[in-house]
Every structure is written in C-alpha cells, then in structure tokens.
C-alpha cells in the first residue's frame, strides 16, 4: 500500500481543521502537503513566515505595547508607541463627521437600516431578494436623505456640508454600487444594441468616462455642471459627487457585464428566439443572469475600486473618512497624530475591502455547488 503522505496531491480527503481538534499527524500530514510539499514550497514559506514574522515584531509593540490609549492631548502620548487617545477622542467624528452631536441618533438609524438591508440582500437563505434590491435601491436612498438632511416634521436641518467620516463614505459606497451596477447593465446592452444611435451613444459614454480620471469626472460634476444650468439653480454638491460617481463606475461595469455576454455561446440567444422569447424576457430570465455569474470577480473588483475611489472627494471639499483625519489633526491639541489616523482608515477600508472579496469567493463556491448537482 502506498504511502498517501508521500503524495503531494493525491486523492485522498484533505484534513479540515474546522472539525475541531486533530492529531498530530493529520496536522503533520496538511504541513506537508500544503506548505513543504517541495523544496521550493518550504524555502517560499519560510520566506513568507519571515517577513510576516518582521511586520509582527515591528508593529505589535508600537501597536500594543508601547501604545496609549487615553489622554486628553499628544502630550499626554509616549514617543515609542502609538497614540490611540487621538483616536478614542476623535471617534465620533470619525463617524459622523459634523453632524450635530444632539441630532447622531439619525445617523444611526440610517447604518442600522444599511445593515439590515445588506443582510436582507446578501444571505442566501433570507427569501425576497427582490425586495430587498427595491428597498436598497428605492427606499434606503429615499429615507436615509430625508433622515440625514431633515427640515421637516420638527427635524432641524442638516445641511449636506456637515456630514462627513464614515457615513459620508458609506453613502458614496452604497450609492455608487446600488445604482452603477444596474447602470452598467443598460449600457452595456445599448452597447450590443443593433439601434446604432444607442449603441454610439453607449460606446461613446463609456469611452468618454474610461478615458479620463476620476477627478476629472469628480471636477466636472461639482464645479463645471453648475454653470450649464439656470441661475439661481445651485445643487448639492454631495448630490452632484454621487451621480458623478454613479455614471463613472457604470462605465466599468458595463465593460466587465459585455464580457459575461460575450463570453456565453450564441446558442442561447438561438434557444430563447425558439422558445418565443422577447429581447427583454430573453435578458432578464436567460442570459444576464449567466452574464453576470460568469462576470462575478470582476464585478467584485470594480466594486473595491469604487469603494476606494470615494476617497478622492476630499479633492471637492468633502470630508469622507479619510478626509475627516487631516480635520482631526488640524486640532492643535493632537498635532502629529496622523499616523494612527490614517492606520485606523487603512484598517477601516481593508476590512470592508477584503469582507467584499470573501463573500464574493462564498457566492462562486455556492454557483460551483449548484452546477454540480
């Protein structure tokens, strides 16, 4: 009988170490498979293990040990470690950016309905996926902006220019994403449109917005789009970065969405006119439902950038999270702490970053899962 530890990738069920403890030689067995399977493994490994064991030895004592976590000032902070106080103190704006103190529990409310809506949205096993795109998409939008702005049934109002950190980053994220992606779908199919006036416009959209950068996008939006409208008529800039974010992300979408329709055979196209089928019967139920499967990554990946790209409206005045730190450091009292400022949005944006990435690879195992059965 031959020896299945002597064989890198043979057949044999793969240990799990989720199914709780395991002997020593099951651990010793994975060791060997997966990580010194051959020389060449070992000496990557170990090189891995090196270098993430010197970005351990560095930042925990900064991080950690040396660290300070209360105080009124940088001065109350040691030198050698990081100073969280100026985190612990500034958390709240960090949050709500200038959102009155008194008026935060609208903010709340608002991330409360986000969470419900995402989990309504995202776990499988909830039924009414339908619903819950028309409530992310229709009804989130329309009460968080009446919530956040007020002005109305003794709500006093908040202008758009207080919002800021984490919410006004969370509401350039949702929105982008909610409406760029079914967006990116119109045109990507007014781009295969046999209507050559559509199908120009779309190519020349979408050529348009992925030919220039973000900011150019981002400028003409906010500060150019006021000048072809009537006098008097001055839109909210938030308003305007939004839809300018919007129609650029919908250009990449659209892109990554036509490869998920060209990639699938003409054959289905074939079998849907057999079937009697209309064009939008045929799109709905049939083939972008396998386009946008098969296109899955990349949506995920436009997704992150778009996530990151929000960002860059610190540019137009916009205090988003990361913006919202070099606020927080203008604060003579915490002068030179923007290190753990930045390190904490950094931290922020890669656990939303990689939280996309994981459930991205959840819903591709799942499709891998039902094609096999």
Same mark, same amino acid.
């Given at each position: 009988?031959?020896?299945?530890?002597?064989?890198?990738?043979?057949?044999?069920?793969?240990?799990? *170490?989720? #199914?709780?403890?395991?002997?020593?030689?099951?651990?010793?067995?994975?060791?060997?498979?997966?990580?010194?399977?051959?020389?060449?493994?070992?000496?990557?490994?170990? =090189?891995?293990?090196?270098?993430?064991?010197?970005?351990?030895?560095?930042?925990?004592?900064?991080?950690?040990?040396?660290?300070? !976590?209360?105080? @009124?000032?940088?001065?109350?902070?040691?030198?050698?470690?990081?100073?969280?106080?100026?985190?612990?103190?500034?958390?709240?704006?960090?949050? /709500?950016? $200038?959102?009155?103190? *008194?008026?935060?529990?609208?903010?709340?409310?608002?991330?409360?309905?986000?969470? =419900?809506?995402?989990?309504?949205?995202?776990?499988?096993?909830?039924?009414?996926?339908?619903?819950?795109? $028309?409530?992310?998409?229709?009804?989130?939008?329309?009460?968080?902006?009446?919530? %956040?702005?007020?002005? $109305?049934?003794?709500?006093?109002?908040?202008?758009?220019?207080?919002?800021?950190?984490?919410?006004? #980053?969370?509401?350039?994220?949702?929105?982008?994403?909610?409406?760029? +992606?079914?967006?990116?779908? %119109?045109?990507?199919?007014?781009?295969? &449109?046999?209507?050559?006036?559509?199908? !120009? $416009?779309?190519?020349?959209?979408?050529?348009?917005?992925?030919?220039?950068?973000?900011?150019?996008?981002?400028?003409?939006?906010?500060?150019? *789009?006021?000048?072809?409208?009537?006098?008097?008529?001055?839109?909210?800039?938030?308003?305007?970065?939004?839809?300018?974010?919007?129609?650029?992300?919908?250009? /990449?979408?659209?892109?990554?969405?036509?490869?998920? +329709?060209?990639?699938?055979?003409?054959?289905?196209?074939?079998?849907?006119? =057999? *079937?009697?089928?209309?064009?939008?019967? @045929?799109? +709905? /139920?049939?083939? %972008?439902?396998?386009?946008?499967?098969?296109?899955?990554?990349?949506?995920?990946?436009? #997704?992150?950038?778009?996530?990151?790209?929000?960002?860059?409206?610190?540019?137009?005045?916009?205090?988003? +999270?990361?913006?919202?730190? &070099?606020?927080?450091?203008?604060?003579?009292? !915490?002068?030179?702490?923007?290190?753990?400022?930045?390190?904490?949005?950094?931290?922020?944006?890669?656990?939303?970053?990689?939280?996309?990435?994981? /459930? &991205?690879?959840?819903?591709?195992?799942?499709?891998?899962?039902?094609?096999?059965?």
């Amino acid at each position: 009988m031959n020896d299945v530890s002597a064989i890198p990738n043979s057949g044999s069920p793969r240990p799990s *170490l989720a #199914t709780g403890a395991l002997p020593a030689s099951q651990i010793m067995l994975w060791l060997r498979r997966r990580i010194f399977a051959s020389w060449r493994d070992a000496v990557l490994s170990l =090189a891995v293990v090196i270098v993430l064991g010197g970005i351990v030895w560095t930042i925990v004592p900064w991080a950690l040990v040396n660290a300070t !976590w209360s105080g @009124t000032s940088r001065a109350d902070c040691t030198q050698e470690g990081a100073c969280w106080a100026f985190v612990v103190a500034k958390a709240p704006q960090f949050i /709500y950016g $200038f959102y009155p103190p *008194l008026e935060r529990w609208r903010p709340d409310i608002a991330f409360a309905l986000l969470i =419900a809506g995402l989990i309504w949205l995202m776990v499988p096993r909830i039924p009414g996926k339908a619903y819950a795109g $028309f409530f992310m998409a229709v009804i989130l939008p329309v009460i968080t902006f009446f919530l %956040l702005r007020g002005g $109305f049934a003794g709500l006093p109002f908040v202008p758009s220019d207080q919002w800021g950190g984490l919410l006004l #980053t969370m509401i350039l994220a949702v929105s982008g994403i909610t409406f760029s +992606l079914p967006l990116g779908v %119109l045109f990507a199919l007014g781009r295969r &449109s046999r209507l050559p006036l559509i199908r !120009w $416009f779309c190519i020349g959209f979408i050529e348009l917005c992925r030919g220039v950068p973000f900011l150019t996008v981002l400028f003409m939006a906010i500060v150019m *789009l006021p000048f072809f409208l009537p006098l008097g008529m001055k839109p909210d800039p938030l308003a305007l970065a939004v839809v300018g974010i919007i129609f650029y992300e919908a250009a /990449y979408m659209a892109e990554v969405v036509r490869g998920g +329709l060209q990639a699938l055979p003409k054959g289905q196209y074939e079998a849907a006119m =057999a *079937l009697g089928f209309g064009y939008w019967r @045929t799109m +709905l /139920y049939i083939i %972008l439902p396998q386009a946008v499967r098969k296109v899955i990554p990349g949506v995920v990946n436009t #997704t992150i950038s778009l996530l990151k790209n929000t960002t860059l409206v610190m540019v137009v005045g916009l205090f988003d +999270l990361l913006n919202i730190v &070099s606020a927080g450091v203008s604060d003579p009292l !915490w002068a030179g702490s923007q290190a753990e400022g930045y390190f904490i949005v950094g931290l922020v944006f890669w656990l939303m970053s990689f939280g996309l990435s994981c /459930y &991205s690879r959840a819903i591709e195992a799942g499709f891998a899962r039902a094609e096999r059965t």
